[in-house]
């Protein structure tokens, strides 16, 4: 059985949360694939700026002022 999910929480959520996995099926193999950093962060800006627009009508800040404010 194969099984896919992609929520990141499980990386930075918990501490319990691999020895709870471990726990229930202890057989399970987990991999985690991990994107350009870069590249995620432009991906959440475009994201929030669409649905910024699309249910507020409004802008996002800049680029520069979003970054370096994180």
Same mark, same amino acid.
């Given at each position: 059985?194969? #099984? %896919?999910?992609?929520? &990141?929480?499980?990386?930075?959520? *918990?501490?319990?949360?691999?020895?709870?996995?471990?726990?229930?099926?202890?057989?399970?193999?987990?991999? #985690? %694939?991990?994107?350009? &950093?870069?590249?995620?962060?432009? *991906?959440?800006?475009?994201?929030?700026?669409?649905?910024?627009?699309?249910?507020?009508?409004?802008?996002?800040?800049?680029?520069?002022?979003?970054?370096?404010?994180?």
């Amino acid at each position: 059985m194969i #099984a %896919i999910d992609n929520t &990141p929480y499980y990386l930075f959520g *918990s501490e319990q949360i691999p020895s709870a996995v471990l726990c229930v099926a202890p057989w399970v193999k987990l991999m #985690a %694939i991990l994107r350009n &950093p870069v590249e995620r962060v432009e *991906s959440q800006y475009h994201y929030l700026h669409q649905n910024r627009q699309l249910y507020y009508n409004k802008d996002m800040v800049d680029w520069d002022v979003w970054v370096n404010h994180d």
